[in-house]
């Protein structure tokens, strides 16, 4: 009788433990591992993107089911593999450099005076079971041209993030969009004409090949 008590409580130990683990030291673990991180969020979780550069019109990416879609500034299709390796590189910023509040010189000495490139990025909070947005604005790069200053609208502290992460922002609308005319060629096509007032093309596709057949005949480039 006296081991029934015995596995009962070696139960509620075990139990214990796992709890610990599960709940308790994987939470410190995973707070760990954001901490390193500008931003804390998973890449399935980004539901929005806005980047404002003055050298270009503001440009909304939103996600739409499973697909990223532009709406500003003007509603097109984006190029979806380049906005899934944003969102996946978005959350592994990691902050090479910190300067604290009392250590900071004026926002002009870190470019952070002028807002000339920022991002405005809206994220599923998982935790809090509500939306989350973050702004984070981009000032000059550091002496190596290696690392840019960074502020985070919540965050007190200026940031050195790598350089290349301004160079993807910064481009314009062409660069985001889907440039496409169909993302999958259906596999019965098996004939596209393209006719402006001055000239018809047509492209036939043979057993093997595309081929031009107007208003030349000629082997079409197979890759395209």
């Known amino acids: 009788m006296q081991k029934i008590p015995l596995i009962i409580s070696s139960l509620i130990a075990l139990l214990l433990t796992i709890y610990i683990y599960c709940f308790e030291i994987k939470n410190d673990q995973e ?56 969102a996946t590189q978005l959350p592994k ?4 450099y910190s300067v604290s509040k009392k ?5 002009s ?20 079971g509500k939306d989350k947005t973050r702004t984070l604005n981009f000032g000059s790069l550091s002496g190596s041209k290696n690392e840019v200053f960074v502020k985070a609208d919540d965050d007190e502290n200026i940031y050195l993030l790598p350089a290349s992460v301004v160079q993807i922002l910064s481009k314009d609308l062409n660069h985001f969009r889907n440039k496409k005319i169909l993302d999958n060629i259906p596999e019965k096509l098996t004939k596209v004409s393209l006719e402006t007032p001055e000239e018809k093309w047509t492209v036939s596709k043979t057993d093997l090949n595309w081929v031009i057949t107007e208003p030349v005949t000629w082997l079409a480039n197979q890759e395209t």
Do not use: H, M
């Open 31 to 86: 707070a760990s591992t954001f901490s390193k991180f500008i931003l804390a969020f998973e890449p399935e979780d980004l539901k929005e993107i806005e980047i404002k550069n003055k050298e270009n019109p503001i440009i909304v990416i939103s996600r739409d089911s499973k697909l990223w879609k532009i709406s500003k500034p003007i509603p097109c299709r984006a190029n979806q593999e380049l906005i899934e390796s944003i």
């Open 109 to 128: 000495e870190y470019g952070l005076d002028k807002e000339s490139l920022s991002i405005l990025i809206t994220y599923r909070d998982i935790q809090k």
């Open 103 to 107: 250590d900071q010189k004026p926002l």
């Open 93 to 96: 910023l990691p902050k090479i």
